[in-house]
């Protein structure tokens, strides 16, 4: 998926892993990662997969896990791009999480410069906090405290909250800041099997000065296998089963290099299930941003770039997802 949409940065939270999955076993060609494993007790941690040209400027600020929650921060110089990510499990005590939000505070007040661009994204467990009105709705006194805490972290750096339909069920869990109204200007929601979770694939303005990575083309003329709807209901199995056994691989395969055989690949894929697969609506889950809320936040200047820049955020991701 990041491959083949030649996203900016992966995000992912609850990646269970341990010092046992070493990076070699969880690599992703061409990008770095970078991790915050939960430590001492199972579950949990978060990690991000970067573009390894942007990656090369990249430097890890905080690795952090208090045993309960994870904080992973990297500034990404290339692009002047601050991403910090997190995972706040239910039930966290207030001590436990203000271990984290001092640590966002302190590096956001130190920041060398200014204009730097912030994303911070992550699962942060607050189904009680109505992000419109910027308050809380309810929840435990613990609960309480935390999602004000929040909030006030939020109104102190003038960071705006993106996401505004429920990641999990009815709530919305799962969230993407940013200090920058220009940044993000739109998202789409989609589920995936990877998580009760679900996946958020965001769109961003960044001004890049290095040279995307070249990797094999892995869509056609008309479109993406990320433009088809693996999810529907009304997909044609047994016909797109029939179909892909009609093909002579070998054959076709025969004497190709593994970037033409990847290509190839990809197009006979996408030209079968496209007949049995139903395209996404994609305009059902995505939102541009409110210039409402845009104008409750100090304008800051920033340069557009000529491409758009994406990134995903699946909410989590078990570390048996990420093996080989």
């Known amino acids: 998926m990041a491959v083949e949409e030649n996203l900016l940065f992966l995000a992912l939270t609850e990646t269970h892993l341990t010092y046992e999955h070493l990076n070699a076993g969880i690599n992703m060609n061409h990008y770095s990662v970078y991790r915050a494993d939960r430590q001492g007790r199972s579950h949990g941690g978060v990690a991000n997969y970067i573009r390894e040209d942007i990656a090369a400027s990249a430097e890890v600020l905080t690795s952090f896990s208090n045993g309960t929650t994870e904080l992973l921060v990297v500034f990404m110089k290339s692009i002047n791009l601050l991403a910090i990510t997190l995972y706040r499990p239910p039930n966290t005590t207030h001590g436990t999480f203000r ?20 994303i911070m994204s992550g699962d942060f467990n607050f189904p009680n906090i109505n992000w419109p009105e910027m308050k809380t709705t309810g929840g435990t006194p613990n609960d309480k405290q935390q999602a004000c805490d929040l909030i006030r972290l939020v109104e102190n750096y003038f960071l705006f909250q993106l996401v505004t339909d429920p990641t999990r069920e009815r709530n919305i869990l799962d969230l993407i800041f940013s200090n920058n ?9 989609s589920d995936t099997i990877m998580s009760d979770h ?14 995307p990575i070249s990797h094999v083309q892995n869509s056609t003329a008309e479109g993406t296998l990320s433009d088809l709807n693996f999810y529907s209901t009304e997909i044609e199995w047994e016909q797109l089963r029939t179909k892909l056994g009609e093909i002579d691989w070998i054959n076709t395969m025969q004497g190709k290099d593994i970037d033409n055989i990847l290509s190839l690949l990809t197009k006979i894929c996408y030209e079968t299930y496209k007949m049995h697969i139903p395209k996404k609506n994609k305009e059902k889950n995505k939102h541009e941003q409110n210039p409402t809320r845009q104008k409750n936040h100090h304008d800051k200047k920033t340069q557009v770039a000529d491409e758009t820049q994406e990134y995903h955020l699946p909410p989590q991701y078990e570390s048996k997802s990420l093996k080989n």
């Open 99 to 118: 271990q984290i939000t001092q640590k966002i505070e302190q590096i956001l007040s130190t920041l060398p410069n200014p204009n730097t661009e912030v």
């Open 181 to 189: 109204p220009n940044l993000l200007h739109s998202y789409e929601i």
């Open 198 to 211: 679900k996946l958020i694939k965001v769109k961003a303005s960044i001004s890049t000065t290095t040279t």
